[in-house]
């Protein structure tokens, strides 16, 4: 497994990766798994595809650890691959899907809640459910929907807002709910790893008047299992394409 993460200049962002993998290592203890960064932090993906391909590896899943389908996903790590392919033509490569959406990730935005004291489904609290915010619409369309989903779990009602590249922002979806009579408020954060765009939706959201920020996902039990399920996926559906 290769596991590529968006990257970030904020060393905890590398550091909350690698606690992930190691919980996903020890799930799948049989299978040697990498970390590799398309931004900002060493290794990038090409390098450890080449290292393993060098090292006479003749198969690797590459999963992205990213919550939406965006650039990322669809523009960049396709790149990667094409070029690691024509270098390594013998490399048999497989994709796993993005982590999100998934109701797993739903489980884990409520264990981070929990873990700032804001039970789940309380119908007194309103949530602002924040991720970090993309160019591509059909992504932020997907939080939309997530948002319009877990409206179910009992919540007072659950709003989308984003850190960067699309509205509402934080503080504006804090203040439009509390306007519509709200109790408290809080932010889940849709966001895998800390670094910029963690600390600038808490502090925004703080000043809006939020009761709480979660903490971003990171390596959640929820997260490990999910990144386990989307490699297995992934072999699943190379061997359903073998078999045909």
């Excluded at 179910?152 to 504006?172: D, L, Q, Y």
């Excluded at 519509?180 to 000043?207: C, K, M, Q, T």
């Excluded at 490990?224 to 989307?230: D, F, I, K, M, T």
């Amino acid at each position: 497994m290769v596991a590529v993460a968006h990257g970030s200049k904020d060393p905890r962002a590398a550091a909350t990766v690698m606690d992930l993998l190691g919980a996903v290592r020890a799930r799948r203890p049989d299978v040697p798994v990498h970390a590799s960064f398309l931004d900002h932090a060493p290794p990038a993906p090409d390098r450890v595809l080449d290292g393993l391909a060098r090292g006479g590896a003749d198969e690797a899943v590459v999963l992205p650890l990213l919550l939406t389908a965006a650039y990322h996903s669809k523009t960049d790590i396709p790149g990667v691959l094409r070029r690691v392919r024509h270098r390594h033509p013998r490399l048999d490569l497989r994709t796993a899907a993005t982590l999100g959406p998934h109701g797993l990730l739903m489980d884990a935005l409520e264990r981070r809640l929990a873990e700032v004291d804001v039970a789940p489904g309380d119908p007194d609290t309103a949530v602002v459910l924040v991720a970090a915010g993309s160019s591509d619409a059909s992504a932020n369309a997907t939080i939309g929907r997530l948002a319009r989903g877990w409206r179910s779990r009992g919540w007072r009602g659950v709003v989308p807002a984003f850190a960067v590249a699309s509205r509402p922002g934080p503080a504006e979806a804090v203040a439009a709910l509390r306007d519509a009579g709200a109790p408290r408020v809080a932010i889940a954060s849709y966001i895998l790893a800390p670094g910029h765009f963690a600390d600038r939706v808490r502090a925004e959201s703080l000043a809006a008047g939020a009761v709480a920020v979660s903490p971003v996902l990171g390596a959640a039990p929820e997260i490990a299992e999910l990144a386990v399920h989307r490699y297995e996926e992934a072999l699943a559906a190379s061997r359903e394409v073998a078999a045909v």
